[in-house]
């Protein structure tokens, strides 16, 4: 036998805070930090849960029927992207292997779909993303960083960036609109069970 290893947990204390980034080391400011983190994760989560069942709920009630072309479009547009991630992530791809477009059919559907109702009720419902809206979500977001400000400019910086928040804030608004109108039950939901989601 070469070595014995096993796991060594860190003190919680002064130091330990200052390697996670509160430089005084302060234990309360940590702690807060902490707390502040897991409520932030928490409230996107159930955002992120409530987008999903109000895009479900728009799916249901339209009786819309995607144009193939523009189906079969955003299926091969799955697959590629799917192909990049996996090459991204490491992976190789052998030359020439195709993942069958037929695999993201149902995806690329239910996406077309969305998109056309999505376009027809901002239309219907000025539900355009609002300037101070696009800024509030560049905030919340450069907020989980130790550097927001550098954040905020890395948005800014990029039209393509600053057009991602813009498509969420839509969605958002889509959201609070489709909520509005709907009969809403709240339910509540452990900590845990909405982290594992």
Known sequence: MHAV???HLPEIDADFAREMGVADGDMEKFRQEIRDNVAR?????????????A????LKVSQLAAPQVLVQGEAQRLMEQTVRDMEGRGMKIPQGLQLPADMFLER????????????ELVKQHDLHPKVEQVEALVNE?????E??????????ADRSRLQEIENLVLEDNVVAWVMAGAKVTEQT?????????
Not at 41 to 53: F, G, Y
Not at 55 to 58: E, G, H, I, P, V
């Open 141 to 145: 977001y450069a907020q989980s960083f």
């Open 55 to 58: 895009m479900d709920l728009l």
């Open 147 to 156: 550097r927001p400000e550098e954040v905020r400019q890395w948005y800014r």
């Open 108 to 119: 690329a559907e239910k996406r077309i779909k969305l998109g056309l109702i999505l376009a």
């Open 189 to 197: 939901v452990k900590l845990n069970e909405l982290m594992e989601s």
């Open 41 to 53: 994760e928490a409230q996107r989560r159930v955002k992120v849960r409530n987008k999903d069942a």
């Open 5 to 7: 290893e096993a796991p």
